[in-house]
């Protein structure tokens, strides 16, 4: 069984910075891509930013300039760093994962989610 525990949301005001963690736990082979997704009220879930094993990131042109996504795959961790945070972004933010996992001599590939944590700015 994997799974991922995200954590490091809260409330923070415009311009503030917050930094959410997710650890990846269980019987894993590999990990490949991680994502951060995030999900407003009464909109669609969006991908934020998105790091590979080798470290080549992605980001919404929402955040570009502004959040920052890397990951320890030691520690089987991915961050997001968020820097100059607004109002829009306000949101539950989801860490997604591809995880490898070996059963007997055979690897299927699994897409984990997180439970998601709550980001809110506001004044």
């Known amino acids: 069984q994997v799974q991922l525990v995200e954590s490091g949301g809260g409330s923070v005001q415009p311009g503030g910075s917050l930094r959410l963690s997710c650890v990846a736990s269980?019987?894993?082979?590999?990990?490949?891509?991680m994502d951060w997704y995030r999900q407003a009220p009464g909109k669609q879930r969006e991908l934020v930013a998105a790091?590979?094993?080798?470290?080549?990131?992605n980001y919404a042109d929402s955040v570009k300039g502004r959040f920052t996504i890397s990951r320890d795959n030691v520690k089987n961790t991915v961050y997001l760093q968020m820097n100059s945070l607004k109002p829009e972004d306000t949101a539950v933010y989801y860490c997604?994962?591809?995880?490898?996992?070996?059963?007997?001599?055979?690897?299927?590939?699994?897409?984990?989610w997180g439970q998601g944590t709550q980001v809110t700015v506001s004044s």
């Open positions: 269980g019987s894993i082979f590999m990990i490949k891509t």
């Open positions: 790091i590979t094993p080798g470290g080549s990131t």
């Open positions: 997604n994962a591809d995880v490898q996992v070996l059963t007997g001599d055979q690897i299927h590939e699994l897409d984990i």
